[in-house]
């Protein structure tokens, strides 16, 4: 059976004056993770918050008990330098580090933000790294990515380094992010075009857990979860609902009843 269904409402969407507020409201309304995206102004366009927002927010959110458990955070970090990162996001509280592969690529191997070194980073290395602080690692392409860049690294020997499989949680858990927009920007227009990307991961992975994330909403699930995606991010289509709870139930029973 495919794995389970998981609701990730994005709090880009939500209320920014009451951040905590919202995030205990919505994993009352019935979701699965909290979803925060990380921008840092240079892998994308747009800026919105950093770590000390992230532990200003857990304690409005009990820590999950299992891996992919309720009230995970997972951190979308469409930053520049990942690497320098992970451990402030460990201390703020992050579960699941989601890194894009397209700046693994391009990056440093500094661990700390004041950190300036020559050495090169790479996404086995930072899977590694996430899980020597004790988190789930998760891996995101682009819409302009090719999947197969991903092969070479999910099937890696090295356990370690694949994202995830980390010790600390049962079950293990593994993670790709498909953007099924061009990072940056919520509200975006879905694209469709992505999809073919989470069919050829569901048909490789049959145990993968696929998260789609732009453009995601009731008019749009039924495509995502078709192809073969079981972790959906929804943010204006959740934050923005007359009635959450309804929405996050319909986003759940699309992904449910594909479930083979």
């Known amino acids: 059976m495919a794995p389970m269904a998981i609701i990730a409402p994005s709090i880009l969407s939500a209320d920014f004056g009451s951040l905590g507020a919202a995030c205990s409201g919505i994993i009352d309304n019935d979701c699965d993770w909290i979803h925060v995206d990380i921008m840092d102004g240079h892998f994308v366009p747009n800026i919105t918050f950093g770590a000390p927002v992230v532990t200003k927010i857990r304690p409005h959110v009990a820590r999950p ?87 070479e690294i999910l099937e890696n020997p090295e356990t370690s380094a694949v994202p995830d499989n980390d010790s600390s949680f049962s079950p293990p858990a593994k993670m790709v992010l498909v953007m099924t927009v061009h990072p940056g920007f919520g509200g975006q227009k879905f694209m469709a075009s ?58 759940r029973e699309a992904v449910d009843k594909r479930r083979a």
């Open 194 to 251: 992505e999809l073919p990307k989470v069919k050829a991961l569901r048909a490789r992975y049959p145990d993968l857990n696929i998260e789609v994330d732009g453009g995601l909403g009731i008019g749009t699930v039924d495509e995502a979860a078709e192809a073969g995606a079981n972790v959906i991010v929804a943010g204006s289509a959740v934050f923005g609902a007359e009635d959450p709870k309804e929405v996050i139930a319909r986003l």
């Open 65 to 151: 008990k299992t891996a992919n458990g309720k009230g995970t955070f997972d951190c979308h970090m469409m930053i520049a330098e990942p690497k320098k990162w992970v451990r402030d996001f460990q201390k703020a509280g992050c579960d699941l580090y989601c890194f894009h592969y397209e700046a693994a690529m391009a990056s440093t191997a500094a661990e700390n933000p004041a950190d300036n070194v020559a050495a090169r980073t790479s996404p086995k290395e930072m899977i590694s790294y996430i899980h020597s602080l004790e988190m789930q690692a998760g891996i995101a392409i682009k819409p302009d990515t090719p999947v197969d860049v991903l092969w």
